[in-house]
């Protein structure tokens, strides 16, 4: 198996596909535009086989559920997933689940919570931006630079929550310099995150070396 990024580009609609693909997060609605072999491929909580077809026959590393939530998201991709390997003749259990979640999750201990679900996750995600739209926050940080406290409570249960399932955490940033990203992401490893999104293609390489440091 192909050792898991330590940084995770999401890609906008509007910005080129890497020619190294390892760790791109790529949308579903994207996969018919070049070579996505490697990358990571995010779906929806409602999406369907058709998607999942599509994007393991594309060369779909992984895949990335978005806004996952409970182990019922978690169960219902496991799921599809099988059937889509079966039809398609890929080996069962062969695509590793990243869950990425705005951090408003069952505790790890809860029947609803992540951990057991399936053996395919492969790592737990907080997306503070996904946060933000749900709160529909317009700050994230206090004026010391701290996240405010719905920030700091969905990033520590992120964290707890990939703990209790034996997977790895990611963490997620505000957009900032590149001054304050070295210092922020040694904080982050240090909290005992694996690993985080990167802002930008150019912050792919740091986030590797940061976090593997």
């Keep these: 198996m192909t050792p898991l990024p330590r940084a995770l580009l999401c890609l906008a609609f509007d910005q080129p596909i890497p020619a190294n693909r390892h760790g791109v997060l790529i949308p579903a609605a994207r996969i018919d535009e070049t070579d996505i072999r490697g990358a990571i491929v995010v779906v929806e909580t409602d999406s369907d086989i058709a998607t999942f ?14 806004g996952c939530r409970t182990g019922a998201d978690l169960q219902r991709l496991a799921t599809l997933l099988s059937v889509t390997e079966a039809e398609i003749g890929h080996p069962e259990g062969s695509t590793p689940i990243l869950a990425m979640t705005d951090g408003i999750i069952p505790a790890p201990a809860a029947r609803e919570s992540l951990a057991g679900k399936s053996r395919r996750l492969a790592g737990l995600a ?3 931006r996904a946060l933000a739209l749900t709160l529909g926050a317009t700050r994230t940080r206090t004026r010391s630079g701290e996240w405010t406290a719905p920030f700091a409570t969905a990033r520590a249960a992120t964290l707890l929550a990939a703990a209790a399932a034996g997977v790895p955490a990611y963490d997620s940033f505000p957009d900032m310099n590149d001054d304050a990203f070295v210092p ?3 904080q982050s490893r240090a909290d005992g995150f694996f690993g985080s999104f990167a802002i930008r293609a150019a912050q792919m390489e740091a986030v590797e070396t940061l976090y593997a440091g």
């Design 126 to 128: 907080w997306d503070q």
């Design 53 to 66: 077809q599509n994007a393991l026959t594309a060369g779909a590393a992984m895949i990335a559920l978005n």
């Design 184 to 186: 922020i992401c040694n």
